[in-house]
Every structure is written in structure tokens, then in C-alpha cells.
């Protein structure tokens, strides 16, 4: 009897270690991990960065589907290019998910970093009296409606004690920003680096100054989303699962690599001048990491959507953050297996 309860005990350890190292390999055993030969993903990207991110990375070389990529200018744009099957991924900040949701176009996501750092925050047109934020009241302000800048202006609202109802809004493109403000058109704009300091290069002693982000102000972070349509594909869904995985290893090789992103994405592929090339480093003061989607990400994307939605934003609907998300890719990060290290025969 002693003899069959040692074996059943062995028994029952050897499964759950067997259950434990394949949960452990494959992850959420639903998303599928064999990418077929053939496959091809096309990413919606913004003026090459996730695909100069993989490949100066090496880890472009290392995906198991065939990658490629169009870019555009903003989330929305990607967002459309989802829609009309021309993308099956994009690269987003957080407000275009909240988009994607509110107007049902079956998009969700599948990756989530923070780069720690003022990366964009508010800059102000000359002479506009504006020294802090809780001076933006009553002032004109540039907004594009459904990017991440505009949650930026409306928390920097929030945490000042003011509200959207306290500012006049004008809707602009993200590209006009800065020469609406040099042409006195709005008073404040949300502008990312390098746009930033070359703005403020541009307007020398006039008093245009940038504002830094409340606490909260800007939560600085990068999304994948893919469609749900290419996800309801088996080798669709491993393809973005491996894409995922390399997409994060590249984001933590960009950390200790700085320099080298400087000078061949900054400098090289986007001819910044090395001055500029600087003002996005030295934007970026901490490290991008990646962060737990249900203590961090979702309760933030849920704190977005009230706050846009107290705006007036996406209205008629109740909005739940975590149906922006596809639960099978929570728990991937650098350190999972990517396709070809899970299959190794191909």
C-alpha cells in the first residue's frame, strides 16, 4: 500500500511537473506558437520606429513570419490601416485602443512598454504668459482628437484642478502643432521630441518655455495592437505572438544602446542633427520596461477612458479596459520563447 502511494505521489508530481514546463514554454496554451512557412504580418508603424527598433536590435532577423511595414503619421491612421486589412499590427500610445473599442473595429492589445521620461510634454507659443500649468486656463490649446496628446493636456488639467471646460480646444494635426504656435494660433500644444526643442530653438527670447507633466501627466506608453480577424488565424496569432516576444527583447536592447540608436535611427534614418538626436535621449531619462497589465496597464487605460469620457469623449458607451485587451499575450515579456526556440524543427 506504502509502495502505491509513493508511486501515485510520484506519479502525480512527475504530471504537474510535465503541466508546469509546458505552461512554462507555451504560455498561454491557446495562443498558438508554430509559425507555417509563408506567413506575413504587416505592421503599421510611425516614421520607422518599431521596424529600426528590430532590426538594429537583431531581432528583425530572428522573426519566424515575414515582417513588414508601412507607416503613418498618427494612431488613428493606423488604426484605419488595420481596418482595411492593409496591417494586421500597429504601434500606438494609449488613446487609439480606446478608439478602436468605443467604435468597435475588433482591434486589441497584445503588447504594452513604458519609457520612463518627459517624451512629450507641453511647450507654449510665444508671449502666451503661460509659466505653469494651472496657467493654461482660459488659453488655447492644440488638440488632436484620439491621440495620446490629448489625454496628456487633459491630465496635466486634472492634476492642476482644472477641467477640458476651462481651456478653448483647437483641433489641429499633430504636424501643425508647432507652427501654430509660432504663429501665435494656440497657446499651448502638447510636442514630442525632437519637434520640441526645435520649436524652442526656432523662438528664442520670446517666452516660449515648455511645462513640465504633472505626476500623472504623461504615462509615456507603447502599444502593440494587432486585429482580431488575424488573430482568430492560428498562424496569424503565432506570428504576432513571436513578434510580440521580439518586440519587447528589442525594446530592453535599446536600454543599454542608446548611442548606437542615436546615431543610426535618430541621426542616420531620421537626419536629426546630433543636437536633436540629443534632446530624444536626454528626453528619455529612465529605463522602458515592461509592465504588469492588470496592477498597471489596465487600471490605467481605465483611468484614460474616464477621464476622456468625463470630457465628453466616446460617448453612449460603457467602456471596460479590459476588453481592449487580448488576455492570452498577458505574462509574455523578453524572457519567453519565441517561436523558432519553441520549435526548433521549424
Known amino acids: 500500500m506504502r509502495k502505491q502511494s509513493t508511486a501515485l505521489k510520484t506519479g502525480i508530481a512527475a504530471f504537474f511537473s510535465t ?18 512557412p509563408g506567413v506575413k504580418i504587416v505592421l503599421a508603424d510611425d516614421a520607422n520606429n518599431a521596424a529600426s527598433l528590430l532590426r538594429l536590435s537583431g531581432e528583425y532577423d530572428k522573426l519566424a513570419a515575414d515582417v513588414s511595414f508601412a507607416n503613418f503619421t498618427s ?12 496591417a494586421q499590427v500597429g504601434a500606438v500610445g494609449d488613446v487609439p485602443p480606446i478608439l478602436a473599442h468605443f467604435s468597435g473595429a475588433d482591434v486589441v492589445i497584445v503588447g504594452v512598454v513604458v519609457t520612463e521620461g518627459p517624451t512629450t510634454i507641453i511647450a507654449t507659443a510665444p508671449d502666451s504668459g503661460i509659466k505653469e500649468l494651472k496657467d493654461l486656463k482660459g488659453k488655447k490649446v492644440g488638440i488632436n482628437p484620439g491621440t495620446a496628446q490629448q489625454a496628456i493636456v487633459f491630465r496635466n488639467l486634472r492634476a492642476t484642478g482644472l477641467t477640458p471646460e476651462d481651456i478653448v480646444p483647437i483641433n489641429l494635426g499633430l504636424a501643425e502643432f508647432a507652427d501654430a504656435l509660432r504663429a501665435g494660433q494656440i497657446d499651448a500644444a502638447v510636442l514630442k521630441q525632437p519637434d520640441r526643442a526645435r520649436y524652442l530653438k526656432s523662438v528664442p527670447g520670446t517666452g516660449a518655455t515648455e511645462i513640465a ?11 502593440l495592437y494587432a486585429s482580431k480577424t488575424a488573430l482568430a488565424d492560428p498562424s496569424q496569432a503565432a506570428a504576432i505572438r513571436d513578434l510580440v516576444v521580439h518586440w519587447y527583447r528589442a525594446h530592453l536592447w535599446k536600454n543599454d544602446n542608446a548611442e548606437t540608436w542615436a546615431k543610426q535611427y ?13 534632446s530624444v535621449i536626454d528626453a528619455e531619462t529612465g529605463k522602458t520596461y515592461i509592465p504588469g497589465w492588470k496592477t498597471e496597464i489596465i487600471p490605467r487605460q481605465q483611468d484614460t477612458i474616464n477621464l476622456l469620457q468625463a470630457a465628453g469623449n466616446f460617448k453612449g458607451k460603457e467602456l471596460k479596459a479590459e476588453d481592449e485587451f487580448d488576455h492570452r499575450f498577458d505574462g509574455l515579456n523578453n524572457e519567453s520563447k519565441s517561436a523558432a526556440e519553441l520549435h526548433p524543427d521549424g
Open 19 to 36: 503541466v508546469l514546463a509546458t505552461s512554462s514554454l507555451a504560455d498561454d496554451p491557446s495562443l498558438p506558437t508554430r509559425v507555417p
Open 75 to 86: 494612431g488613428p491612421l493606423r488604426l484605419e490601416a488595420i481596418r482595411a486589412g492593409a
Open 213 to 223: 507633466s504633472a505626476g500623472d501627466g504623461n504615462k509615456n506608453l507603447k502599444i
Open 266 to 278: 535618430l541621426i542616420k534614418d531620421q537626419r536629426l542633427s546630433e543636437e536633436d538626436a540629443k
